[in-house]
């Protein structure tokens, strides 16, 4: 069946460095890779997202990267700050009319200050 | 842009008691709907979708059950609570895009 692998399950990082998770999915007919942030208690929040008809997005400090030859999907984080702790979800969906998603197993972020 | 209300914030409930737990939507119609299951420090397990008023579909074997009774609104039931439903029960919604906006949340215990 379907299936995400998210990498790494934990990631440490001094503020200031960049921090990069990786995904590989399994279905070639994905076509949407959404991003999400999670802080303690509170539910997902949609942070970036991209299509397979594109390779790269960018939103200010934050980019993701598709290679759909190989397929895997990264999310980038520059310039890290305290606030980008939080623990974080890839996800791949295939257009069928129900949208849902495979979710990656989640990286916990921590940006040491 | 779409809001998800979920409640209650959290809940404690004994073994055997039933569960309901309620996910309205604001912003949007026709949405499609899902139920998900956080277990502590773990992933999102998807527990049911729906396309439209009573229209439901399960993805998991369980001790649960969906309604929707209406276009926006979405309901997680229990008859009899085990201990292994404790976790964190996450409302989302998508509409005319494959995008999930999902709700707050609701922190379940069973004692």
């Known amino acids: 069946g379907e299936n995400v692998e998210q990498h790494p399950s934990t990631l440490s990082v001094q503020e200031g460095d960049s921090a990069v998770i990786k995904c590989t999915y399994s279905?070639?007919?994905?076509?949407?890779f959404p991003w999400y942030k999670q802080e303690l208690g509170k539910g997902p929040q949609l942070i970036i997202d991209i299509r397979s008809n594109v390779g790269e997005k960018k939103d200010q400090r934050i980019a993701v990267t598709l290679n759909k030859t190989a397929k895997h999907f990264s999310l980038h984080i520059t310039e890290t700050q305290p606030e980008d702790s939080a623990v974080y979800f890839c996800a791949a969906s295939w257009a069928s009319g129900t949208y849902k998603y495979i979710f990656g197993t989640g990286t916990r972020l921590k940006v040491l200050a | 842009s779409q809001t998800i209300h979920q409640w209650p914030a959290t809940l404690v409930q004994p073994v055997g008691s039933p569960l309901s737990l309620e996910c309205t939507v604001e912003g949007t119609s026709n949405p499609n709907l899902y139920w998900y299951r956080q277990a502590a420090g773990r992933g999102l397990q998807l527990l049911f979708y729906s396309v439209g008023i009573g229209q439901i579909s399960s993805e998991v074997p369980q001790n649960l059950s969906a309604s929707r009774p209406q276009d926006r609104q979405f309901i997680l039931s229990s008859k009899k609570l085990l201990l292994s439903d404790s976790g964190f029960y996450l409302c989302?919604?998508?509409?005319?895009?494959?995008?999930?906006?999902f709700g707050p949340g609701t922190r379940l215990t069973v004692l």
């Open positions: 279905d070639s007919a994905s076509n949407y």
């Open positions: 989302a919604s998508s509409s005319s895009t494959d995008t999930q906006y």
